[in-house]
Nanobody, 119 residues
Framework: QVQLVESGGGLVHAGGSLRLSCAASGSIFSIHVMGWYRQAPLKQRELVAVISDGTTNYGDSVKGRFTISRDNAKNTVYLQMNSLKPEDTAVYYC??????????????WGQGTQVTVSS
């Protein structure tokens, strides 16, 4: 089992910043990719940003405003969100995929953290 614990969500005014964190723990042999996705009410879950072996990929709507980073020693991924807009309001979910100690593939999601941007 792998556990993902997210933190850092909250309420912010448009133009403000927030930093999300997600720490992975448990039966982790390796983590191949970590990332953030979000889901707004009545919308499908969408990619925000992922990072794998130092390579990053961003959703079009957040490019230039959000930055994903990872601390491999802490099995933690961060999402720095700047210039936030009301349309960034959503539940943000952390995702991690890799191999557990049994060398079995895993793909886990965090419980989600609410980000609300007021206009």
């Amino acid at each position: 089992q792998v556990q993902l614990v997210e933190s850092g969500g909250g309420l912010v005014h448009a133009g403000g910043s927030l930093r999300l964190s997600c720490a992975a723990s448990g039966s982790i042999f390796s983590i191949h990719v970590m990332g953030w996705y979000r889901q707004a009410p009545l919308k499908q879950r969408e990619l925000v940003a992922v990072i794998s072996d130092g390579t990053t990929n961003y959703g079009d709507s957040v490019k230039g405003r959000f930055t994903i980073s990872r601390d491999n020693a802490k099995n933690t991924v961060y999402l720095q969100m700047n210039s936030l807009k009301p349309e960034d309001t959503a539940v943000y979910y952390c995702n991690a995929a890799g191999l557990d100690y049994g060398l079995e593939q895993y793909d886990y999601w965090g419980q989600g953290t609410q980000v609300t941007v007021s206009s």
